[in-house]
């Protein structure tokens, strides 16, 4: 019998991406991902559990020095 694993760990880099894609001195890390909670949490709240449902099955979050791009991936696109 073998271990159990994510499968999400086990597939990201080979067959999938990371949910977040940004690099941050030590400094700044924590605050980074406190904040890529919040926006995580934040669309979580707003489509997916109020009526109507938008159905927002992964989140993206792409940071570059100066901005933040939110990528939502919808099967209800006229919802969200």
Do not use: C
Not at 3 to 26: D, E, N
Not at 39 to 48: A, C, E, G, P, T
Request: avoid cysteine; glycine fraction near 8%.
């Amino acid at each position: 019998m073998g271990q159990k694993i994510s499968p999400i760990g086990f597939r990201t880099g080979i067959t999938l991406g990371w949910q977040s894609v940004w690099f941050a001195p030590k400094a700044d890390y924590g605050d980074f991902l406190v904040e890529d909670q919040k926006i995580r949490r934040y669309v979580d709240r707003k489509f997916n559990r109020q009526m109507p449902k938008g159905a927002v099955a992964k989140i993206e979050v792409i940071r570059t020095r100066n901005e933040v791009k939110v990528t939502l991936h919808s099967a209800r696109p006229g919802i969200v």
